[in-house]
């Protein structure tokens, strides 16, 4: 069973950065799509990032340039680098993993979900 634990939100002024964590507790996280995502209150959760095994990631338009995801498959985890951050990128953060997604960006791709962390950005 695939357990995933995020960490790293928190309350952020406009222009800021804040980096987010999420680990992996299963032995196929090498051989996992990883993804971030994201639900500010009252509206649908989005796709925000996504890497797949080979490392070929993939972003939401309005994160291009300003988040990185990455992975350490040593460590068993995923890492969102969220910089200049705005606003309107406040929202709950989730971490997501599966075997396969297509389109990454669909959160019904994904079998296995994280708690999340807040992250707030105040203007």
């Known amino acids: 069973q695939v357990q995933l634990v995020e960490s790293g939100g928190g309350s952020v002024q406009a222009g800021g950065s804040l980096r987010l964590s999420c680990a992996h507790s299963g032995s196929t996280y090498s051989r996992s799509y990883m993804g971030w995502f994201r639900q500010p209150p009252g509206k649908e959760r989005e796709g925000v990032a996504a890497?797949?095994?080979?490392?070929?990631?993939y972003y939401l338009d309005s994160v291009k340039g300003r988040f990185t995801i990455s992975r350490d498959n040593a460590k068993s985890s995923l890492y969102l680098q969220m910089n200049s951050l705005k606003p309107e990128d406040t929202a709950m953060y989730y971490c997501?993993?599966?075997?396969?997604?297509?389109?990454?960006?669909?959160?019904?791709?994904?079998?296995?979900w994280g708690q999340g962390t807040q992250v707030t950005v105040s203007s």
């Open positions: 997501a993993a599966d075997q396969w997604v297509q389109p990454w960006y669909r959160p019904s791709q994904y079998n296995y």
């Open positions: 890497i797949n095994p080979g490392g070929i990631t």
